[in-house]
C-alpha cells in the first residue's frame, strides 16, 4: 500500500492509537542482534511512475519500503510499490543517504518487484549497505510472533509487532496490482502486526531478524488483519527475477472451485479431486473439451485434492510451474465416466495489456491481451482498447469513446502498440485527418479524426 499523498500526520497521530516500536524497545524486548543486523537492510523507496487515463499522460508520486537481500545490492519490495510504470526510483538506506535504483523485473501475479541500488554511486560516496537472510516460511504457525518494518505513512525506520495469524490464507485478486491480477498461485500469511500505507514491500520478519514475509497489504476498515507473501515464494521469484527480468508460467485455461460439500453430488470421495468452475473460451483446455463441471483427479500422475480455497494456489502452481509448451496429463472424471486428456500448455498472460497516451488525439489506450481478447469473446487479439477520452481533443470530438476496440488506423491493421506509436508521431510531425475504424459490441464505426 504505496501513499500517493501524504497528510497531516499529527491529525492522523491524534485519531490513532497505534504503537509503534523504535530500535531500541526492540533492543529492549529481547530480540536478537541479527534483528539489528535486518534493520540495516530495510530502506524507504520513493516512487514517481506515469499512469494513463482520462485521454492523457500523468504522474504521481509514492512511498513504499523494501528490503536488501544481496551483497550486490537487490532490493525486493512489491509490485504495487515498483512497476514498469515506475520512471524515477530512489531507496533511503539505514544510514540515511538516498541513492538511486532500477527495477530488475517485477512480477504481479505475486505482488513482488526486484530493484537494484546504483551500486557505482555507492562506491563513490563511500556508502555501505547489509542484507537480510530468508527464513523457511513452511515452518510458520499462528501464535509466533513477528515483526513489521517499514516506512507507514512515510514514518521511516518503524517496527510494529505481532503474530502469525494464519500461516496458509487464500484469496487472488483480478485487479489487485495497478489493475492486474495477483494471488493465484500462492497462499499469504495472515497478521496482526500492524501494516498501513507506506509498509508496502517492507520485509515481516521473525524474532531473529529472518525474513520470514513481504508484507503487502491490509484490510481497509478491518482491525489486526494483514497480508504478506510467503519467504519462500519470495526467494523462487527473486531468483527468477534475477535471472530473467520476469517470471514466465504455464496456462492452460482452467479457472478451479474448491470441492467442498460438494463430493457426494459428484459420487467422489472426501479429499479427492479439482473442481473445474469454468474453462476459458479457446484455451488449451477449451480445446480438448474439457467444461465446467468436470472434476480432475490428477495431474501427470500426481492425484490431487482441491477441497478448500487454500489448496488451489499449490495446484494451480503445479501446471503453471512447467515450461510453455509441456504436454500435461489430466485424469478427468465426468458423470459415470473417467477420461484422460493430454494439455499443451501455453504462456500465461495477463488481460492487462500495456497502456498508452496518444495525447494529441486525447486518448488513452490497453494493448488488448489474449486473455482480455477470450474472455470478451473477440476474434483476435489485435487492437487497442480505449481507456480514456479527453474533452475537446480530437477522438472526443469525432465521438470515440471508452470501451471501443481501435482495429484500423488508416485502413491499417493495428497489430502492435508500436504500430499505432509510429502513427500518432506522424500525426504530431504533420498534423492530417486520420481514420480510425472501431469494433464495439461487434459493430464497426468509423471516426475522423482531424487536427
Request: proline fraction near 4%; hydrophobic fraction near 40%; aromatic fraction near 6%.
Amino acid at each position: 500500500m504505496k501513499d500517493s499523498l501524504l497528510p497531516s500526520i499529527t491529525r492522523k497521530l491524534l485519531l490513532c492509537s497505534v504503537v509503534f516500536l523504535t530500535w531500541s524497545a526492540v533492543a529492549e524486548a529481547g530480540v536478537s542482534r541479527g534483528f539489528n543486523h535486518l534493520l540495516d537492510a530495510v530502506v524507504r523507496i520513493d516512487v514517481r511512475e506515469e499512469s494513463f487515463e482520462s485521454g492523457a499522460r500523468r504522474f504521481s508520486a509514492g512511498i513504499g519500503s523494501g528490503v536488501i537481500v544481496s551483497a550486490d545490492g537487490l532490493i525486493l519490495t512489491n509490485a504495487h510499490v515498483a512497476s514498469p510504470r515506475s520512471v524515477e526510483l530512489s531507496v533511503t538506506l539505514a544510514s540515511l543517504e538516498r541513492v538511486n535504483a532500477t527495477l530488475v523485473g517485477w512480477d504481479h501475479w505475486t505482488d513482488l518487484a526486484l530493484l537494484r541500488i546504483d551500486l557505482a554511486e555507492v562506491k563513490r560516496r563511500g556508502l555501505t549497505f547489509t542484507h537480510a537472510d530468508f527464513a523457511n516460511s513452511d515452518k510458520l504457525s499462528p501464535g509466533q510472533s513477528v515483526y513489521a518494518v517499514g516506512t507507514p505513512h512515510g514514518l521511516t525506520r518503524t517496527v510494529t509487532r505481532g503474530i502469525i495469524s494464519n500461516n496458509r490464507r487464500y484469496f487472488a485478486d483480478n485487479r489487485g496490482v495497478k489493475g492486474y491480477e495477483t494471488g493465484l498461485f500462492n497462499t499469504w500469511l495472515q497478521t496482526d502486526a500492524a501494516i498501513n500505507p507506506g509498509n508496502s514491500g517492507g520485509p515481516l520478519v521473525d524474532e531473529k531478524g529472518r525474513v520470514v514475509g513481504i508484507n503487502s497489504r491490509g484490510y481497509l476498515g478491518a482491525d489486526n488483519l494483514a497480508f504478506a507473501i510467503p519467504a519462500n515464494i519470495a526467494k523462487r521469484v527473486v531468483a527468477g527475477l534475477t535471472a530473467e527480468g520476469a517470471i514466465t508460467r504455464s496456462y492452460v485455461g482452467i479457472v478451479p472451485g474448491a470441492l467442498l460439500d460438494l463430493e457426494g453430488f459428484y459420487a467422489l470421495k472426501q479429499n479427492t479431486g479439482l473442481l473445474i468452475n469454468s474453462v476459458d473460451p479457446g484455451s488449451p483446455a477449451a480445446k480438448v473439451g474439457l467444461r465446467g463441471g468436470d472434476i480432475v483427479l490428477s495431474i501427470n500422475g500426481t492425484p490431487v485434492d482441491g477441497r478448500f480455497p487454500e489448496q488451489l494456489p499449490p495446484i494451480l502452481n503445479i501446471i503453471a510451474s512447467l515450461p510453455v509448451g509441456s504436454s500435461v496429463k489430466l485424469v478427468v472424471k465426468r458423470g459415470e465416466q473417467t477420461n484422460t486428456s493430454v494439455v499443451v500448455t501455453e504462456k500465461l498472460e495477463s488481460r492487462q495489456g500495456e497502456e498508452w497516451a496518444f495525447e494529441k488525439w486525447g486518448l488513452t489506450v490497453r494493448k488488448v491481451s489474449r486473455a482480455y481478447a477470450r474472455e470478451n469473446q473477440l476474434d483476435d487479439d489485435t487492437g487497442l482498447l480505449v481507456i480514456g477520452v479527453q474533452p475537446g481533443f480530437p477522438a472526443a470530438v469525432a465521438g470515440v469513446g471508452r470501451g471501443d476496440i481501435i482495429t484500423k488506423i488508416n485502413r491499417e491493421r493495428v497489430a502492435s502498440l508500436e504500430l499505432a506509436k509510429t502513427m500518432h508521431a506522424a500525426f504530431v510531425a504533420k498534423p492530417a485527418p486520420t481514420l480510425l475504424e472501431t469494433e464495439t459490441d461487434r459493430r464497426v464505426s468509423l471516426y475522423i479524426l482531424k487536427p
